[in-house]
């Protein structure tokens, strides 16, 4: 079965840096576009980024693009978001996904604070 496994997250402070990794099992990976969501405290799910099997294909969200960077090894079945100049929007649990593959990983929390 589709199985993804989130790591990475923790607390930084404004300006930080932090690189959410996501190895996933169960699935072809490399055929399969790879999902980064959120979701902060009391708000609702929001979609962060997208890679689509050509790694040069990504997409962003217009809060963190310039700021984050997606990005996957297909020979290691994961997928990365580094995130830069963090601030404390950005604060919340961070969910790998492969949509159209059925799966969803159990979420990473990030806490952006000072």
């Known amino acids: 079965q589709v199985q993804l496994v989130e790591s990475g997250g923790g607390l930084a402070q404004p300006g930080g840096s932090l690189r959410l990794s996501c190895t996933a099992s169960?699935?072809?990976?490399?055929?399969?576009?790879m999902t980064w969501a959120r979701q902060a405290p009391g708000k609702g799910l929001e979609w962060v980024s997208a890679?689509?099997?050509?790694?040069?294909?990504?997409y962003y969200a217009d809060s963190v693009k310039g700021r984050f960077t997606i990005s996957r090894d297909n020979a290691k079945n994961t997928v990365y978001l580094q995130m830069n100049s963090l601030k404390p929007e950005d604060t919340a649990l961070y969910y790998c996904?492969?949509?159209?593959?059925?799966?969803w990983g159990q979420g990473t929390q990030v806490t952006v604070s000072s």
């Open positions: 890679i689509y099997s050509d790694v040069s294909d990504t």
């Open positions: 996904a492969a949509i159209t593959a059925g799966g």
């Open positions: 169960g699935f072809a990976f490399s055929s399969y576009r």
